[in-house]
């Protein structure tokens, strides 16, 4: 198993910064991808990055990209982050970092839909509310 723990989330106003953190634990080896997704009051769970453990690559949702920014911790392979810039106010959610896993030794995930593919592990989530 794989556990995922995330902080980093607060309170920032309308056009400001925040960077989020994920370290995954455990059977790391099996990870194939890690993302974010999030939450806002009265909606559904979304997907809005995700990077590939293979080659890093990235893949955004339309809502984000080009003012968020996921990566991964050269020091700390086993750690993400989501650089998110110019935030507004229908950022506010619960952010949740996830991990897409091997199972023995094969993925059921389409890279190119990555957004879509069942995360197998969760973090607990982190809150940032944006205020305008």
């Known amino acids: 198993q794989v556990q995922l723990v995330e902080s980093g989330g607060g309170a920032v106003q309308a056009g400001g910064s925040l960077r989020l953190s994920c370290t995954a634990s455990g059977r790391t080896f099996n990870i194939y991808a890690m993302g974010w997704f999030r939450q806002a009051p009265g909606k559904e769970r979304e997907f809005a990055a995700a990077?590939?453990?293979?080659?890093?690559?990235?893949?955004y949702a339309d809502s984000v990209k080009g003012r968020f920014t996921i990566s991964r911790e050269n020091a700390n392979r086993n750690m993400i982050y989501l650089q998110m810039n110019s935030l507004n106010d229908e950022d506010t959610a619960v952010y949740y970092c996830?991990?897409?896993?091997?199972?023995?030794?094969?993925?059921?995930?389409?890279?190119?839909?990555?957004?879509?593919?069942?995360?197998?592990?969760w973090g607990q989530g982190t809150q940032v509310t944006v205020s305008s």
């Open positions: 996830a991990a897409v896993l091997y199972y023995s030794g094969s993925v059921y995930c389409d890279w190119k839909s990555v957004g879509t593919c069942d995360f197998d592990s």
């Open positions: 990077i590939n453990w293979i080659d890093d690559a990235t893949d």
